[in-house]
Each structure stands twice: as C-alpha cells, then as structure tokens.
C-alpha cells in the first residue's frame, strides 16, 4: 500500500471532490441499477475528466442485484484510441495478497497448516532466514522482520524484465540484508511470495490451482487468473508514465508487457477486472469465503499502519472511514494501480481499477472515490 500512495497525491484530489459536492448529488438518489450506473459513471467523470487514463468501477450489493454494476471511461489503447470498457482485465497489484490470506487460512482450517508454527518446518529446503521463528501469521501480517526488493533485486529486473525468477531470486534481498527481528510491522511483498511458497507446500499443488479450484471457479471470478506470464489474453495496456523506473511510458509492445509479471508472484500475481474484485471482496467480508471463525481472525487488527485509522489484519486491510470500518487492499505494479473495498456497515463492495501508475495522470486516490460513492449509496439504498 505505501508505494501506491507514492503514486498518489491526496491534496489534488480533496480539490477535485470540493468541486464535487453538490453535482453528483443535486439529482434524487434511487438504489436502480440505472441509477447507480449513472451516480457512478459521473463520479468517474469528475475525477477523471481526461481520455488518460482509462478507469473502470464496479458496485456490488448483494442484497439488491444478483451482479456488481460496472462502468468505465477513458481509454485502455491511448495510441489507438480504443476506449475501456467495464470489463476490461487488468493486472490488480497487491489485491492478489488477498487471494493468498484467504488461502493461508484455508488451508489452516483443514489443518494442513498451523499458522503459528515456523515455516522452517513447511520449507526445511529453502535456506530462509530465521525460518525457525518466523511463522505463516507473521508472513499475513508483514511482522516478520523481512524487508523489500533490495537494489540488486530491482536493477535485475530492469535488466532482464521478462526473465521468469525462482525462490532464490526472490530469497535475495533477504539472504544480502539481515532481516530485523520477528514481531515488527514492516510491509513487504516478500512476505507474501513465502506465502505463495507456504500454500504450494502444504496443499500438495501449485498455489495457482489451489486458488483457482478454492475460490476464483465457486465464487465465479471468470475473468480473474493468475497473471504468470507477459502475455494475458484481453488484457488492457498500461502507462507508468516517463519516468517510471523501466524508463518509457508503455508498459505493453507488440500485445504483450514489457515485463513479466510473475516477478510478484504472491506479492499480488494476479490479473482480474473491477466486477470480479467486487464480488470477491465481498465473498470475503461478508465471512463466506470460508469460516466465520477464519474471518474473524483475518479481520482482526494485528498491527496499526499510520495515525489516519487503517490497520493490517491477515492480508488485509481494515480502515476507519466514514462509511464505517472497511476491508480492502489497493494495488501497484507498473501501469496499473487498483483499489477494492467491502463496506461492513452498507453491505457494499467497491473495486476500481485504472491503467496507469503516471502521477501526472492520476491525481485522485480511488479509496475517496468510493467512500463518497457509498455514503451517497447508503443514503439512496436503506
């Protein structure tokens, strides 16, 4: 989450939503599918009023429609002017992690996987640093001790983008930099790649499969798949603007991406559209993507993240807003940033998704988009 809010700037979009504050709410508010579609296709036109870059929304309330409410705008081919639709896919960033919580803890319901148990004895092979204190919750929890991608790590990707990497590369950083003493909040992808690593050991298949026979298939996430290779079918092209750190704005040549995004692996590793993170967030929010109890623990705060009121559970975020407490993760990779919220007290899901990481292009953050469209939801819906 830190680095998307790198991305971001906050005080460019408290501006644009001061201009928002009467138009989107000047007409009668209805729960229709018809109007929500327009309440939502107009907050997207306030904070995105530019062709760049394209965006997409999708409203989920289970109570009321059998399938999220999605819109789009913008453009997903700026070359081509080939214009977003709702459902185009693109890669979701760290959202993935959410996908690997609930698998961890699945997989510790049928007792395959003890979470507070050292996961030395998962991966006695792999050479870990202080496998022998660091456990599975920790890894859900960023309390390990592990730190990010190092130098070496980031100037290799550079070097070979598309080049599939293996546990030892992701091991690098760790095996080069002492990790800091198990207990400490510190968020890293690396966390969740020994995680990825965690869930293959102990369900006796790779941890793509296990997800996808788990959840993406029975909750109908169709068009949600592990993104292990530079060419995804159907998939959006995305912008990192100038400056970014593979040194050019395209992220996409020739149909497929510049990069190979297996490099993330279970820091987020997956390709989905803003109606499949909808309904997925709410299947986890609403406590029936597995047991009440899992549920209970993954929402549990384990660790403050700043002084605004968001925390971090079990691949989670839990965030005061004032809409309520709300459960989510935002998402980064180069060319794409997303963002995904379950609204406990509304009984909402909220997901967005857009092509580009460029700051010059985004000046809003999703998560003020959607908490101003739930609240506005709340008072048309109850």
């Known amino acids: 989450m830190s680095r998307v809010r790198r991305f971001l700037t906050r005080a460019a979009a408290a501006l644009l939503f001061a201009t928002l504050g009467t138009s989107v709410s000047a007409a009668p508010l209805s729960c229709t599918r018809q109007a929500v579609t327009a309440l939502a296709s107009e907050a997207l036109a306030q904070v995105s009023p530019n062709p760049e870059p394209g965006v997409t929304l999708a409203v989920y309330y289970p109570t009321r429609w059998s399938s999220p409410v999605a819109v789009a705008r913008g453009l997903s081919d700026y070359a081509a002017h080939r214009p977003m639709q ?50 599975a919750r920790m890894l859900l929890s960023h309390t390990s001790g592990y730190g990010e991608y190092d130098g070496s790590f980031m ?12 546990l030892s590369d992701w091991l690098g950083p760790l095996r080069r930099n002492a990790p800091g003493a198990p207990g400490t909040f510190r968020y890293s992808d690396i966390n969740f790649v020994l995680l990825a690593e965690l869930v293959s050991a102990t ?27 530079p060419r995804i079918s159907g998939l959006a092209p995305g912008y990192a603007g100038p400056e970014n750190f593979f040194g050019r704005d395209a992220m996409m ?16 590793g997956y390709v989905s ?17 597995y047991s009440p109890r899992s549920w209970a623990a993954a929402s549990t705060p384990t660790h403050p993240v700043d002084d605004k009121g968001r925390t971090y559970g079990l691949g989670i975020h839990i965030d005061r807003t004032a809409q309520g407490t709300a ?56």
């Not at 693109?90 to 996908?99: D, P, Q």
């Not at 298939?217 to 949600?224: A, M, Q, S, V």
């Not at 559209?273 to 993507?289: C, E, F, Y």
């Open 86 to 135: 709702p459902d185009s896919p693109m890669l979701a960033g760290s959202i993935g992690k959410t996908f690997f919580g609930a698998a961890a803890l699945n997989l510790a319901e049928a007792g395959k996987l003890d979470l507070d148990r050292p996961i030395a004895a998962y991966l006695p092979d792999a050479a870990i640093p202080n496998a022998d204190r660091v456990t």
């Open 273 to 289: 559209t803003a109606s499949d993170l909808a309904k997925w967030i709410v299947r986890l929010g609403a406590a029936n993507a």
């Open 327 to 382: 459960y989510g993760h935002s998402g980064y990779i180069p060319g794409y940033v997303s963002w995904v919220r379950y609204y406990a007290d509304a009984g909402i899901g909220v997901a967005i998704q857009t092509n580009t990481s460029d700051p010059a292009r985004l000046p809003w953050d999703g998560y003020d988009v959607m908490d101003r469209l739930v609240g506005q939801l709340s008072a048309a819906c109850h």
């Open 203 to 229: 369900s006796g298949e790779p941890w793509d499969r296990y997800i996808a026979r788990e959840f993406l298939r029975p909750f109908g996430l169709r068009r949600t798949a592990a993104a292990l290779s």
């Open 253 to 268: 040549q020739a149909g497929r991406l510049i990069y190979n995004p297996q490099f993330e692996s279970g820091g987020g």
């Open 155 to 166: 100037e290799d990707l550079i070097r070979q983008p598309l080049r599939m990497r293996t």
